[in-house]
């Protein structure tokens, strides 16, 4: 079983930069890769970017230039550094872990607002 804690949302003005952390409780050997997922109020859970064991990144269409994914194989964490925030990415993130066995976090708010 593999735990997964968010941390980093919060309330930002347009323009403004956030970092999610999503650390793992331990290092499963069937996980090969994670990711972050939103979901909007009224809307389904969609795909905002994701990292494989080897590094290879792929983000969502909304949010490539403006958000990274990057990964700390040591520490067994996930970051989504998040520049240049606009009101529609304010959403509930969830960070997701997927193998063998598909886990997810408790989900963290993000609230883009002036």
């Known amino acids: 079983q593999v735990e997964l804690v968010e941390s980093g949302g919060g309330w930002v003005q347009p323009g403004g930069s956030l970092r999610l952390s999503c650390a793992a409780s331990t290092r499963s050997p069937s996980i090969w890769v994670m990711g972050w997922y939103r979901q909007a109020p009224g809307k389904q859970r969609d795909l905002v970017a994701r990292?494989?064991?080897?590094?290879?990144?792929n983000y969502t269409d909304s949010v490539k230039g403006r958000f990274t994914i990057s990964r700390d194989s040591a520490k067994n964490t996930v970051y989504l550094q998040m520049n240049n925030l606009k009101p529609e990415d304010t959403a509930v993130y969830y960070c997701?872990?997927?193998?063998?066995?598909?886990?997810w976090g408790q989900g963290t708010q993000v609230t883009v607002s002036s």
């Open positions: 990292i494989t064991l080897g590094g290879k990144t």
């Open positions: 997701n872990a997927n193998g063998a066995v598909e886990y």
